[in-house]
């Protein structure tokens, strides 16, 4: 599928994700499903299509699109709402191993985000990445972050307290010795501008941003 069958997502998406938000049950969401299907699903498979492309171009490796289940998983929950209020998608490469970093997108009744990188890493992987950080790596993962966070990119917070054993608790890179995860986030306080017709390149230029932390992630 080219770009051309993908130019916005339509003004109805933000209104069907804002009436789900405030009306989340089964009776409303079956009134609205053909709204639904018309102005969440349809598009998002045309959207995902469309970025798979690009995302093969920029990289030079082959992507695959997830886009996460509209039905909420309630075994474990105490929240009882049947239905997430919001489109969330993930771009990943097809690789061997598996793993690697994450290309990621939310369409929310409040807001567009675009975010890149690694949720929760493999314990292999978390090794190899607090030992990358702790070399001559490290540095310029730093660098290409600092850069970010200069330019307004949100970047997740660490889940530890302390640097981990094995580490100099007074490291340089103490910040990225105590993550479990990595994320860049690039927020848009209005979910309409994912409703424009060059959003595709909106979005892929936000991509394009983050490349070198993504890059650094890939090499890991």
Known sequence: ?????????????????RGLKANNDKAWFAENRAVYERAIKRPAEAFCQAVVA????????????????????LRF????????????????????????????????PDRAVLGMGVMAFEKAALEAFRHRVDGAAGAALSADLDRLREAGIRIGDPDLKRVPRGFDPEHPRADLLR??????WKDFAD???????????????????????YDWLSAG
């Not at 998608?89 to 290309?103: L, N």
């Not at 993550?179 to 860049?184: E, F, I, N, S």
Request: proline residues 7%; contains cysteine; negative net charge.
């Open 191 to 213: 979910p309409a501008v994912a409703t424009r017709p060059d959003w595709l390149d909106v979005c892929l230029s936000g991509f394009d941003q983050f490349r070198p932390v």
């Open 77 to 108: 929950s105490k929240d009882p709402t049947p239905y997430n209020a919001h489109l969330h998608i993930a771009f990943t490469r097809e690789t061997a191993t598996g793993g690697g970093p994450a290309w990621l997108f939310g369409l929310e």
């Open 179 to 184: 993550r479990k995860d990595l994320t860049v």
């Open 1 to 17: 599928m080219t770009d051309s069958a993908f130019s916005g997502f339509p003004q109805e998406s933000v209104t069907f994700l």
């Open 54 to 73: 690009r995302l093969t171009a920029l990289t030079g490796g082959d992507h695959t699109a997830k886009v996460y289940r509209l039905h909420r998983d």
